[in-house]
């Protein structure tokens, strides 16, 4: 696909890929993008500095003279619906791009039981049997027998004789006798992923043009939900590396088998990058060849020596003619999951460690995560600016937005100026679940359990008096205290 001859951002499509280190090798996901690595993306950017400083030394003029070439930068960010993939034991299309930008995989799904006589409250889950539910993980609870409708929480213990789990915040109703309980897929902050460096490949296209980030590494991840929109995505963070890639055009006759290409334009694989992959098409100047893709293995100019019939194509046969369009490789991506609007699902609290929960008629709701990366910088020789990460402190921080009805949304304000009931440093902390959806398979949510409210702003001049509590979410890296995002 090429269409008109600008890009056009109704033909944007992402491609995300864990690297195999923090340089950019030649491999699959890497070199090019591979269909299972699609991303339903909503807009993307990427972008850098090539820079160079002027010299400090005299030429007798005040104008800058320019001759130092600098360390290469690069950053990037995507956006999108947050799709659960339909199936509660299938991981989402943005697990591999979660798991590679701080946050570590629990997969319960596999789990699953029913409520055990009727007995169970709204924090406590008797059950048939408790094996394979862990501290800290996500699970799912039917709202009665038979429902087919479940609320996510997560697991905050499991005890030991096999027979119950405690649940926080606690959930709006107690289960009932044989209704269903179910482990779900959960992610949590990693604290490791500077061991290895975990990176992801990020590609990014439209119709004529693309960009490959190299090395990114998302130090943000951003989460909102409720109001008129469905749960959103959004990734951001540094790369090691940013290449960009352009449409161009055989410029001279590609007989069959031969293996320079002449392009008209020798700029087109970001000046001189190698290694990658191009798809000949000559249906813009007239013709019905069926298109072949191959590998770009050195430049000189606009000669480029290539590798014939890549990724499942072949060489026609017959000479690919002058005009023929040659463009960056672009796949057609495989999707799974819809958007989970917020029609359905909840916004609950409750002091920490409480029994009872209130469910919050708030609006809009919105989790930002920083992960506080330190860059390794200017290393010698490199033309890149970072050439590697160490893990600093994560901030993570939510914010709920609502009206101020007195009989939850203010009760949950109020919960904020404890100080007293709840001893030493669970003062003034509320567990909170925010959840999109109702139906396994199509549930998305995380849970705060330790939020720290900080912020209480209340407008009262406005038409609509609304309250917003924010605060900072804190935990120890153990059993229940971290945020997850849950999938069930």
Avoid at 10 to 33: H, I, K, L, M, N
Avoid at 97 to 104: E, P, R
Avoid at 241 to 250: G, K, M
Wanted: hydrophobic share 35%; net charge negative.
């Amino acid at each position: 696909m090429t269409g008109p001859k600008v890009d056009i951002g109704r033909d944007f499509v992402a491609f995300t890929a864990e690297q195999a280190g923090y340089e950019v090798t030649d491999v699959a996901g890497e070199s090019y993008p591979e269909t299972a690595d699609a991303i339903r993306a909503i807009t993307g950017s990427a972008g850098g500095t090539i820079a160079y400083n002027p010299r400090e030394d005299k030429f007798g003029t005040a104008t800058a003279v320019p001759g130092i070439a600098q360390k290469r930068t690069a950053e990037g960010s995507l956006e999108g619906y947050v799709m659960p993939s339909g199936t509660r034991t299938t991981a989402p299309d943005i697990d591999e791009m979660l798991t590679a930008s701080g946050w570590t995989k629990v997969d319960r799904s596999g789990t699953t039981t029913t409520v055990s006589g009727g007995s169970s409250t709204a924090q406590k889950v008797d059950l048939a049997s408790s094996s394979g539910f862990v501290v800290g993980d996500a699970v799912i609870v039917e709202t009665g027998n038979g429902t087919a409708l479940y609320e996510m929480r997560q697991v905050s213990g499991v005890d030991v004789g096999g027979t119950n789990v405690t649940v926080h915040p606690p959930l709006s109703f107690s289960p009932a006798a044989s209704g269903n309980v179910k482990g779900a897929i959960a992610y949590k902050p990693n604290d490791t992923r500077d061991t290895d460096e975990d990176s992801l490949c990020l590609w990014m296209l439209n119709n004529n043009s693309a960009d490959r980030l190299g090395g990114w590494t998302p130090g943000s991840t951003s989460i909102t939900m409720g109001g008129e929109d469905a749960a959103r995505f959004s990734i951001s963070g540094t790369a090691r590396r940013h290449d960009r890639l352009f449409q161009t055009e055989v410029a001279t006759e590609l007989a069959t088998t031969v293996t320079t290409l002449v392009v008209s334009n020798a700029l087109a694989s970001s000046g001189d990058l190698l290694n990658t992959y191009w798809t000949l098409d000559d249906a813009a100047a007239g013709g019905s060849t069926t298109a072949e893709t191959v590998k770009v293995t050195a430049i000189s100019g606009s000669s480029w020596t290539v590798t014939r019939g890549q990724l499942g194509t072949s060489d026609p046969g017959t000479a690919w003619v002058v005009g023929t369009t040659v463009t960056p490789y672009r796949p057609t991506g495989t999707y799974a999951g819809d958007p989970v609007p917020a029609t359905s699902g909840q916004m609950v609290c409750a002091t920490y460690g409480s029994a009872t929960a209130i469910e919050l008629q708030c609006s809009e709701s919105s989790l930002e995560c920083g992960f506080g990366l330190a860059f390794r910088e200017d290393e010698m020789g490199s033309a890149f600016k970072t050439s590697g990460y160490v893990m600093s402190p994560r901030e993570v921080t939510a914010t709920l937005s609502g009206w101020t009805l007195f009989e939850n949304n203010m009760i949950a304000a109020m919960q904020a100026f404890q100080t007293t009931d709840i001893a030493g440093a669970s003062s003034q902390q509320i567990s909170v679940a925010v959840v999109c959806g109702q139906t396994e398979g199509q549930m998305f949510g995380w849970v705060a359990p330790r939020l720290r409210m900080t912020d209480l702003s209340l407008d009262r001049g406005a038409e609509e008096v609304a309250l917003d509590l924010a605060g900072r979410c804190e935990g120890t890296s153990s059993g229940a205290d971290e945020i997850i995002l849950m999938f069930g």
